[in-house]
């Protein structure tokens, strides 16, 4: 089955280290999104990328960085500069060509930095 | 900033109907609406979405205001299934310069009591 495939689904740092996030997608889209999550919040867009090798950063992006030099993955990295990185972090991939294309989540990331 | 406001939260009987109201006032002619829904501990998955006309499907109906400044969607019959976040945003056609930046509010907890 088609899906996107984020791991791991619990991670643990200690606070200074930078954490790479990985999100693997087989829908053959070519835009993908990180979105992060706080408890009782809603979903803030981080970095989104329409098409390979170029991204945009979203509302939050300080202290995150992202690549796409594949289509179907699209790594996020919590630097050590990222002030409050314990969150939950989702990906997500639509087709941009279909506005009816709806966007397809994984199962999210939960990240504690102690 | 999103582009869509709903209520924080909203309380159902089981097996009564609920409606999700979703404002947003600044939507274009050619944006689509789409609602999403969370559960906990998961990504937000794909509801249903429309343009103009009323849409239903198997999960839920969308209603439309004939402005377009505002949406419901509506759960016919609440199971205790249907208690997690709703979510509605706008996706823009390819053409504009914002077509990629998906952006969520904080959505509408739903809460189905037995």
């Known amino acids: 089955d088609g899906g996107i495939t984020q791991s791991p689904k619990y991670l643990f740092r200690k606070e200074g280290q930078n954490v790479t996030l990985s999100c693997e997608q087989n829908?053959?889209?070519?835009?993908m999104y990180w979105y992060r999550q706080d408890p009782g919040q809603g979903l803030r867009l981080i970095y989104y990328s329409q098409i390979v090798n170029d991204f945009q950063k979203g509302d939050i992006a300080e202290g995150y960085s992202v690549s796409r030099e594949k289509k179907e993955s699209f790594p996020l990295t919590v630097t050590s500069a990222q002030k409050n990185p314990t969150a939950f972090y989702l990906c997500?991939?639509?087709?941009?060509?279909?506005?009816?294309?709806?966007?397809?989540f994984g199962n999210g990331t939960r990240l504690t930095v102690t | 900033d999103a582009k869509t406001t709903q209520p924080n939260s909203m309380e159902s009987n089981e097996e009564e109907p609920v409606h999700l109201p979703c404002n947003h006032s600044?939507?274009?002619?050619?944006?689509?609406i789409h609602w999403y829904r969370q559960l906990p501990s998961q990504g937000p998955e794909y509801v249903i979405h429309g343009l103009t006309s009323n849409v239903n499907n198997r999960m839920a109906s969308l209603a439309i205001a004939e402005d377009r400044k505002s949406s419901t969607l509506i759960l016919h019959r609440a199971t205790l299934r249907d208690a997690a976040v709703y979510y509605c945003i706008l996706r823009p056609p390819l053409t504009t310069d914002s077509w990629g930046k998906l952006q969520f509010g904080a959505g509408t907890q739903v809460v189905v009591t037995p």
């Open positions: 997500a991939s639509t087709d941009p060509g279909q506005r009816i294309s709806p966007l397809h």
């Open positions: 829908l053959n889209h070519d835009a």
């Open positions: 600044t939507i274009s002619g050619t944006d689509y």
